[in-house]
């Protein structure tokens, strides 16, 4: 079946800008999740929804960063005002739920900031 | 702060040579373990995972891995590479509180050579 999707590929933005990172998880995974990778700083949770629960936002670096799951399904990641320190590859993973099962990645979004 | 420790960041090894890397984590309690690999330009997959029973996991690919509570370990191993093995190897645990984030280890990556 279809694995975790993950859109677009590669960003590269300047520095300042709004950018819009997109997943789409496995069909009926009510459990997704956001992490970065960084060279130094290897892969950091940012954050987690689980159903209509409230997510955990403790991993989101600063009030820059902003995730929302419409529908239950498709997640969008915002970050705002662009940072060079923002310059990763950001994955989004999918769980069938409840928490602590496996989770499955998608293949990345790289950003590039100027 | 719980963390996941790999103790060999950069291994290097010729085909049908034995590998061993060292996986240990910081708490006791209930853990959920995950070995997890990344092949060069593809996405993070699972190779094995320990939840409970069994201590010694069989994965994909010939891959196993053994749970030794009293050490806080989970140390992954094969009795002989391949060339395709050459790829970047996680550890990761959700760790001992109700949440679903995943530690990552800081990663080993493993070249092996035809």
């Known amino acids: 079946g279809a694995g975790v999707s993950q859109s677009p590929s590669n960003k590269v933005t300047e520095k300042g800008k709004d950018v819009e990172l997109r997943c789409d998880p496995i069909s009926g995974h009510t459990a997704l999740y956001w992490y970065r990778q960084s060279l130094g700083q290897g892969l950091e949770f940012l954050i987690y929804f689980q159903g209509n629960s409230a997510p955990d936002k403790s991993g989101l670096p600063s009030d820059r960063f902003s995730a929302e799951r419409t529908g239950g399904s498709v997640s969008t990641l915002t970050i705002q005002r662009t940072q060079q320190e923002d310059s990763a590859v950001y994955l989004c993973?999918?769980?069938?739920?409840?928490?602590?099962?496996?989770?499955?990645f998608g293949p990345g979004t790289r950003l590039t900031v100027l | 702060a719980q963390s996941v420790s790999q103790h060999n960041h950069h291994v290097i090894l010729s085909e049908a040579a034995s590998l061993e890397l060292g996986c240990n984590y910081s708490?006791?309690?209930?853990?959920?373990l995950f070995w997890y690999v990344q092949y060069p330009g593809q996405h993070l997959q699972l190779l094995l995972k320990?939840?409970?029973?069994?201590?010694l996991v069989k994965g994909i690919k010939g891959f196993e891995a053994e749970f030794i509570k009293s050490k806080f370990s989970f140390n992954l191993r094969k009795p002989s590479v391949q060339w395709s093995d050459t790829a970047e190897y996680f550890c990761a645990s959700y760790g001992s509180s109700n949440t679903g984030k995943l530690i990552f280890g800081q990663g080993t990556t493993l070249q092996v050579k035809p």
């Open positions: 993973a999918s769980g069938p739920g409840p928490r602590r099962d496996t989770q499955y």
């Open positions: 708490y006791g309690g209930t853990v959920n």
């Open positions: 320990y939840f409970s029973g069994d201590p």
